[in-house]
């Protein structure tokens, strides 16, 4: 059978591209190297048969908030969405917490208490955002550039202050945390949410992502799929058979088959041949440009942007089955969902600026998820399904270890080494977490490969967020920030192309308005009178 157009992965990114496709008529074919769909939207029963664990990504701000996935309208294929009682927080100094909230005043009360003045102070950020929020979030996921994003998103910005907003946003977070707030509570919040990205908090655009994260928690909060990650990514595929769309799984796509500059099809690596003129690849770069795609059938500037390609850090992230809840000091009485560790923003600073030289942190900045907190179907009562990530260098990429004990493979033992370096980390703000472990999981980067061929070396963004790769240089500056790659019926839909990583769908959104425009401009071209 010939289709209209093959989708090389079933990530979140491949499976919104073919739903938009299906939904114009096209006929669709997903091929999925791995037995399940859903890339870095997974979950398992592997470590204990009574929990639930998310095997990569586990909140979902980003999702909800997605111009690409709202029309979707996944809840009418089962989706639903938990919260935790609270979103985030952020232990620090004597046993005290920074809390974000979904309530703006229940955040302000609290940095408030904190230390005066703080409080009012957020909540002039919550205005601010209020104005620009939408409209920047449309910006920087729509297809660039975003014309008309940008056109609703300049006058938002001179309402908000003008240049003066424009310059807090792209002040890095370390400065703008101490420049907006007094304690350091709110830095505290604000700098946590930069670093899930791999920006190095000292830099430019580490400002505006830190507050884009923060202002999502507290607007739409950081969802979880009822009963687990793969129910996003059911919803998705319940969505795309309705609409005639085909999925195959556990068949990997060895080679993209391009004669005379187009598209003819894909060749599996078991030998099949699927015949197709466009092609949306929800692939790393990487692989896309370093495999699938001869060099030779590739333009000049993309093979020549490649050799300058950055990925991002490595993962190293830890699983554990939970006999109670996590005993952290003096918890808050409304739990968070997501707790980040690190003692300061300037430890944080340091963890992370670490990593981005080639050391191992010896204490590493953990981003940990209480998701029976958030969703109480994922483990028994009383028990906790938890998990805790991290970002180390890429494997072959490490200089050292400032703790002296991981020799930068990243093999079984490293792994488990660093592991016991994260869980004492967390022993320390909670006193018994090691008793209360049933079970333990450690995923480091090559484990996190192994099972989804896009987290090259554990890089969970599909290539370094920071501002020399990102926008119109992503994923390289031939490409002018789209997913037409130069080679006719040929597209990017990974987290490598704009804008990025985060389970948000806009790539793969992005390359399938990409062949829709093509197709009718094509069409318009070859139309009676057309030259006329």
């Known amino acids: 059978m010939t289709y209209d157009a093959v989708v090389v992965g079933a990530g979140p990114n491949g499976l919104v591209a073919a739903n938009v496709l299906a939904d114009a008529g096209r006929r669709v074919l997903v091929l999925e190297a791995q037995p399940?769909?859903?890339?870095?939207?997974?979950?398992?029963?592997?470590?204990?048969?009574?929990?639930?664990?998310?095997?990569?990504?586990?909140?979902?701000?980003?999702?909800?908030a997605s111009h690409a996935m709202l029309p979707l309208r996944l809840e009418e294929h089962g989706l639903q969405w938990e919260h935790a009682p609270a979103v985030l927080g952020h232990p620090f100094g004597d046993g005290q917490w920074a809390v974000l909230h979904r309530d703006r005043d229940l955040t302000a009360a609290g940095l408030d208490a904190l230390h005066p003045g703080d409080g009012e102070a957020w909540l002039g950020l919550c205005r601010t955002w209020d104005r620009i929020g939408d409209p920047l979030v449309e910006a920087l996921t729509s297809p660039f550039p975003p014309v008309r994003a940008g056109a609703r998103l300049v006058p938002a910005m001179v309402r908000?202050?003008?240049?003066?907003?424009?310059?807090?946003?792209?002040?890095?977070?370390?400065?703008?945390?101490?420049?907006?707030?007094?304690?350091?509570?709110?830095?505290?919040?604000?700098?946590?949410?930069?670093?899930?990205?791999?920006f190095p908090l000292t830099s430019p655009g580490s400002g505006v992502f830190g507050v884009l994260m923060t202002m999502l928690g507290q607007t739409v909060g950081f969802p979880v799929p009822r009963g687990g990650a793969q129910q996003l990514t059911d919803a998705l595929v319940s969505r795309l058979l309705s609409r005639g769309g085909e999925l195959r799984t556990g068949v990997e796509v060895d080679a993209v088959d391009v004669r005379d500059g187009r598209?003819?099809?894909?060749?599996?690596?078991?030998?099949?041949?699927?015949?197709?003129?466009?092609?949306?690849?929800?692939?790393?770069?990487?692989?896309?440009?370093?495999?699938?795609?001869?060099?030779?059938?590739?333009?000049?500037?993309?093979?020549?942007?490649?050799?300058?390609?950055?990925?991002?850090?490595?993962?190293?992230?830890?699983?554990?089955?939970?006999?109670?809840?996590?005993?952290?000091?003096?918890?808050?009485?409304?739990?968070?969902?997501?707790?980040?560790?690190?003692?300061?923003?300037?430890?944080?600073?340091?963890?992370?600026?670490?990593?981005?030289?080639?050391?191992?942190?010896?204490?590493?900045?953990?981003?940990?998820?209480?998701?029976?907190?958030?969703?109480a179907t994922r483990s028994p009562a009383g028990t906790e399904s938890f998990w805790a990530y991290t970002h180390v260098p890429q494997p072959g990429a490490t200089r050292a270890d400032a703790a002296g004990?991981?020799?930068?493979?990243?093999?079984?033992?490293?792994?488990?080494?660093?592991?016991?370096?994260?869980?004492?980390?967390?022993?320390?703000?909670?006193?018994?977490?090691?008793?209360?472990?049933?079970?333990?999981?450690?995923?480091?980067?090559?484990?996190?490969?192994?099972?989804?061929?896009?987290?090259?070396g554990g890089a969970v963004n599909g290539g370094t967020s920071q501002l020399h790769q990102e926008l119109f240089f992503r994923p390289v500056p031939s490409m002018r920030g789209r997913p037409a790659t130069g080679v006719d019926g040929l597209y990017l839909a990974s987290a490598s192309a704009h804008p990025g990583g985060g389970v948000h769908g806009s790539a793969g959104a992005n390359a399938a308005h990409a062949v829709l425009w093509h197709d009718r401009t094509r069409l318009r071209r070859l139309a009676p009178g057309a030259r006329r």
């Open 36 to 64: 399940t769909a859903g890339g870095a939207v997974r979950s398992d029963r592997e470590l204990h048969p009574d929990f639930v664990h998310d095997t990569f990504s586990a909140f979902y701000p980003l999702a909800v």
């Open 405 to 456: 004990e991981v020799s930068g493979a990243w093999d079984h033992d490293d792994c488990e080494r660093f592991a016991d370096r994260m869980q004492a980390r967390l022993e320390a703000l909670a006193p018994g977490f090691g008793d209360r472990v049933l079970a333990r999981r450690v995923l480091g980067p090559h484990q996190l490969e192994s099972r989804n061929a896009n987290l090259v």
């Open 263 to 375: 598209v003819r099809g894909v060749r599996t690596r078991d030998g099949e041949a699927v015949a197709c003129t466009t092609v949306l690849a929800d692939v790393s770069a990487t692989h896309l440009f370093g495999g699938l795609v001869p060099a030779s059938e590739l333009p000049a500037g993309v093979v020549r942007g490649m050799r300058d390609f950055e990925l991002d850090p490595g993962t190293v992230k830890v699983d554990w089955a939970l006999s109670g809840p996590v005993p952290w000091r003096n918890r808050p009485d409304a739990v968070p969902g997501t707790v980040h560790v690190a003692d300061s923003v300037e430890e944080m600073t340091q963890a992370l600026a670490q990593v981005g030289s080639g050391v191992v942190p010896d204490r590493p900045f953990l981003l940990t998820g209480q998701m029976t907190t958030s969703d």
């Open 160 to 198: 908000a202050g003008g240049l003066d907003t424009v310059k807090q946003l792209a002040t890095p977070v370390a400065s703008l945390g101490r420049r907006m707030f007094a304690g350091p509570a709110a830095p505290l919040l604000l700098a946590g949410n930069a670093g899930h990205a791999d």
